[in-house]
């Protein structure tokens, strides 16, 4: 049960009948990987910290620059050359004692050879990247843990649930399909920093949501300058290499 001061912090919470103490308890017990802690990561982190999920570990292996500032809200200009995991997850520990904030300032592909994914009730990949994405989506497939998938380019951003191991639920890889897609980050097509800001924010409302009950199939996408969106079906493939009947030898 929630303490006295915790009940004071998320009493605004609580009121929603979508929470509750159930579920604001439930957050509190959550364990969350939030991999990539850029623009995307940056708010999620915070925002979910602030939410009272119990545990979040923050994996990046990238130092803090100049040119992240604008939209990586959890940097200062004194963090420069900083290892940018463990100054989030000092500044989560800073705002939410309730949080226990971990930073691995490892790659990813470093990370899932030496720790199992599958202590975590949801996996968060916020790096961006097409291949990370795909190698976070076969890793929560086989520890069969949710992986949120959240990108941003220029104005535009993307928000995918994976559930590859269930039945009937699409993966990444039945979406962006195996091949080697060129790599669009926001080093080469830029990104503008609210925008960044309120994708990531719309993906931490996706994350409670998928702590507390299950989540819809489907891409959400949205356009932050003409606030245009739209959601697009998507099945399962029964030919993908990743959670396909043939991918289960
Ligand atoms: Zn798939």
């Not at 009940?7 to 991999?35: F, H, N, P, T």
């Not at 941003?152 to 590859?164: C, M, N």
């Not at 989540?215 to 697009?232: A, E, H, Q, R, Y």
């Amino acid at each position: 049960m929630l303490n006295d001061v915790q009940l004071e912090r998320y009493s605004r919470q609580i009121l929603l009948s979508k929470l509750d103490l159930q579920g604001q308890a439930a957050l509190l017990a959550s364990r969350v990987l939030i991999v990539g802690a850029g623009g995307l990561g940056c708010p999620l982190a915070i925002y979910l910290a602030r939410s009272g999920v119990g545990v979040l570990e923050i994996v990046d292996s990238d130092k803090v620059e100049l040119s992240n500032l604008p939209r990586q809200i959890g940097y200062q200009s004194q963090d420069i050359g900083s290892a940018k995991a463990e100054v989030l997850a000092r500044e989560l520990r800073s705002s939410s004692p309730d949080v226990q904030a971990r930073a691995h300032t490892i790659s990813f592909s470093e990370y899932v050879r030496n720790e199992s994914l599958s202590c975590f009730n949801l996996v968060i990949d916020a790096t961006d990247s097409v291949s990370a994405a795909k190698d976070l989506n076969r890793s929560s497939i086989a520890a069969q843990v949710p992986l949120l998938y959240v990108s941003a380019i220029g104005t535009e951003g993307r928000i995918f649930v994976s559930e590859g191991w269930r039945a009937e639920r699409p993966c990444v890889e039945c979406w962006l399909g195996p091949a080697d897609r060129q790599e669009q980050g926001c080093q080469t097509m830029g990104v503008l920093s609210p925008s960044v800001g309120a994708i990531a924010v719309l993906a931490g409302v996706q994350a409670i949501k998928i702590l507390l009950e299950q989540p819809k199939s489907g891409v959400f996408c949205i356009d932050t300058w003409t606030l245009d969106t739209m959601n697009l079906a998507l099945s399962k493939d029964p030919q993908c290499a990743a959670c396909g009947v043939d991918s289960r030898g």
